[in-house]
């Protein structure tokens, strides 16, 4: 009853929403018959036969023409339009405007300071490789300032189709259309995240305050990314470094009052002039610190977290040649709930029927026992080469390496403090990987790229354990892509084809001598893509994308076997998984207005051979304690789903706006519901806006209201507890810019400005705690602007 409930009041919002502007007065269709006409300003001759391309864009509609002074573009709506530049001179121009009648302006390029860190990762990750027909949300840099502060996978919610796999209040990783881990990878700045990743609670070492762009793929988009990338890719983009020379710092400074969180960030960049020119760095650290957090009713005991992080980049860019150096070192101290650890088999059956923990808490920033302490280190270069206006061959290497500590809640077999002090567990991963690729643009607007990745990684395990957790393991893998894409008039077709081959040896300690513990495992595939991209108008488009993929178990699935501390639960693999293998299809459809906005998405993700775990209902006492056990099962599987997406500007301030996503996960194996598949969910929210200053930000008020229903598709008697009741809450946020030349943004949010007591059905701690009451967060950002150098 409650779920019908829930659905009628979704579809009841929908229905009010779509009649404010069904009327015909709303939708009155407007003649696409404007002039622009654009004049072109050059700050320094370009040489014969490099022109400037410039691509003037709105919405799915592009239209590319090349330099000769004058641009003019006929048969254009009303509305905004994005003008950019490609080729040699890509990023020189990027500006956007609004035209309500035929018009003419004029442009300044300045080809002698190109923009560093221009399209570059745009080229290979928004689209352009196989992926444009894949459904696909951007979260801007105002949509991460609103949510500053928080883990990278709560940012990504705000993204309809998203959610978050958490491990109490402080750990959360995203989840796309109900897959999540070794299933959707995180590439930063160019590169694949390569950590223990395999854990439902490690949470991506990745510092949110570097990013200003995070763009999610929904769905297979392994063509491009490598065989793991069966529910998506989630891309993320740093700070880019200033166009012109000089020095510019930005400082934001975070509080919150849940776990009396404070965070520091900065960022400086620099930019050579002179012998220098083309010559730009950066250098970038985050400090945040927090102690327990509160639900609306009690203090999460050991819920504190500390983190220490440092980047830096240096970069060089001249006419053909891009060169980049980058390193980061990401360090984290997270502690884990301690109502999650139960000393005993009834205190363990005591803690899943209490509707509040046994252990009580007070406020407090020390973090105990029953901890993880996490240090990510990557280093990573780049050369890129333009041999043509459209042509370019890219190479990339990364080293990453990964050491996680995992503290438990005590020994009770040992009173020797070098012991105590001593970590249960002791991960240690060191990954290579070596990535190239070749683009190029024909002139029939033909589009050819190629590319070949590899990879190694080993790992070791060290600590006090009797047995780990997964044994050492070294594997070695590497693949190929062909993809084709045409663009005709109105139409976008593309393909592709890839190859991937893994192969994974493993080993136990025996008596201190490392031995093979199984025979060599290798797995092997091929992955394809079909989609197109249709524009119908200007303003509406539709998107078909059917592709395949596949993901080779992980060790953990295979061999696994023991005591996850950070989990609080016993696992148990099974070394005779096979290979997934996905089917996925998905059609988008998406319309823009002036006024209306809006996307509709249906999914659907066929996956046989499905790995996930599954509770045994059988608790498993060691001498650690007692902990809910679940074994690495498969099953054929199909989680589809609906994702909508709309916005409407009900006078010229104010906008009102809804997000849907329904999903549904199938076990065909057994013809019943699939276990930890996220809940339907619906928000509505609405923005007032004032007018933007010298920087394009505006001030706002939103107000925003989500409802996440119960998930009821679960099977019987499956679960430790049942899925918990459907919640919803209420959420505001409001910023402002104060000063002209500097502006310095301040902002506030109020999450479950109620003080709602819930549960998530997709945290893995809801066996033993209610998720996070009301939360204030302030954030200030500072800039300051040196005065620039004279070339």
């Known amino acids: 009853m409650k779920q019908k409930s829930f659905a009628y009041c979704v579809w009841f919002v929908c229905g009010l929403v779509l009649s404010l502007f069904a009327s015909p007065k709303n939708i009155e269709a407007q003649g696409c018959n404007l002039k622009l006409t654009i004049h072109i300003s050059h700050t320094e001759q370009h040489g014969a036969g490099q022109e400037v391309i410039f691509a003037l864009q709105k919405e799915q509609q592009q239209f590319t023409k090349k330099d000769n002074k004058i641009l003019q573009f006929e048969g254009l709506c009303a509305g905004q339009y994005t003008l950019y530049s490609k080729g040699l001179y890509e990023g020189a121009v990027d500006t956007t405007f609004t035209i309500s009648a035929s018009t003419e302006i004029t442009i300044q390029v300045n080809t002698v300071n190109r923009k560093l860190r221009t399209v570059e990762i745009h080229d290979d990750h928004f689209g352009s490789i196989g992926n444009e027909s894949i459904p696909t949300s951007t979260l801007r840099q105002a949509d991460l300032d609103a949510n500053a502060g928080k883990p990278l996978g709560e940012m990504l919610k705000a993204v309809s189709g998203v959610n978050s796999l958490q491990s109490g209040p402080t750990i959360s990783k995203p989840i796309i259309h109900g897959l999540h881990s070794n299933r959707v990878l995180i590439v930063n700045d160019g590169l694949r995240l390569e950590s223990q990743q395999w854990g439902s609670e490690h949470a991506p070492e990745i510092d949110p305050f570097t990013v200003t762009n995070a763009t999610v793929l929904k769905g297979a988009a392994s063509l491009r990314y490598g065989s793991d990338a069966i529910g998506g890719v989630v891309l993320l983009q740093p700070h880019e470094i200033s166009i012109e020379p000089g020095t510019e710092l930005e400082v934001k400074l975070i509080g919150m009052d849940n776990g009396r969180m404070g965070a520091l960030s900065a960022c400086l960049d620099h930019t050579f002039s002179g012998k220098l020119k083309g010559l730009g760095a950066r250098i970038q650290g985050t400090l945040k610190d927090a102690g327990n957090l509160k639900t609306a009713r009690y203090f999460l005991q050991n819920t504190g977290v500390n983190e220490k992080n440092l980047s830096s980049t240096l970069y060089y860019q001249n006419k053909k040649l891009i060169i980049e150096m980058s390193g980061a070192v990401f360090t984290s101290k997270i502690g884990i709930f301690g109502g999650s650890h139960a000393g005993n088999l009834k205190d363990l059956l005591a803690a899943l029927q209490q509707s509040e923990p046994i252990l009580k808490a007070d406020f407090t920033r020390k973090i105990e026992r029953g901890f993880q302490d996490v240090l990510h280190a990557t280093v990573k270069g780049r050369i890129c080469y333009h041999f043509t206006e459209t042509g370019k061959l890219e190479i990339v290497y990364g080293l990453q390496r990964n050491l996680r500590k995992e503290f438990d809640t005590g020994l009770p077999f040992s009173t020797d403090p070098a012991i105590l002090a001593a970590p249960q567990a002791d991960f240690r991963i060191s990954t290579h990987t070596l990535e190239g690729l070749y683009k190029n643009e024909f002139k029939n607007n033909l589009q050819l790229n190629i590319g070949a990745s590899f990879i190694t990684q080993g790992n070791v395990f060290e600590g006090l354990s009797y047995r780990a957790l997964i044994p050492n393991f070294r594997n070695y893998g590497g693949g190929t892509f062909i993809a084709l894409s045409k663009k005709y008039k109105k139409l976008l077709i593309e393909t592709g084809l890839r190859y991937d081959y893994k192969w994974l040896r493993t080993y136990r300690i025996n008596y201190n001598t490392l031995i093979p513990f199984t025979g060599d495992r290798d797995f092997n595939n091929f992955t394809y893509t079909i989609g197109s991209t ?197 959420n505001l946020e409001a910023a402002s810019s104060f000063g002209k030349k500097q502006p310095i943004e301040i902002g506030v949010s109020i999450y479950n400005l109620m003080n709602v007591a819930y549960r998530d059905y997709l945290n893995r701690f809801r066996y033993f705690a209610d998720d996070i009451g009301r939360t204030v967060m302030l954030r200030v950002t500072i800039p300051f602007t040196f005065k620039k150098l004279k070339k």
């Open 534 to 730: 249709l524009n119908i108008n200007s303003f509406m488009s539709l998107n078909l994308n059917l592709g395949s993929a596949w993901r080779a178990p992980n060790v953990n699935e295979l061999y696994g076997n023991g005591v996850h501390q950070s989990a609080a639960s016993f696992e148990i693999g099974d070394s005779t998984l096979k290979s997934e293998r996905a089917y996925n299809s998905a059609v988008s459809f998406i319309f823009k207005k002036e006024k209306l906005e809006f996307e509709a998405g249906i999914y659907s993700n066929n996956i046989n051979n499905f790995i996930y775990l599954k509770p045994l209902l059988k608790p498993v006492t060691t001498i650690a304690g007692s902990y809910p056990s679940f074994a690495q099962t498969q099953v054929n599987a199909t989680i589809s789903g609906v994702d909508f997406d709309l916005k409407y500007q009900v006078i010229p301030k104010l906008k009102l706006g809804t997000k849907i996503s329904l999903i549904q996960g199938w076990n065909r194996t057994v013809k019943d519901y699939l276990i930890f598949t996220p809940s339907n969910r619906a928000e509505v929210f609405l923005v007032l806006e004032g007018k933007a200053n010298e920087r394009g930000k505006k001030p706002y008020v939103k107000i925003n209201y989500l409802m996440v229903a119960q998930q009821h598709n679960v099977p019987q008697n499956s679960d430790y507890t049942s899925p918990p009741a459907a919640y919803q809450l209420l």
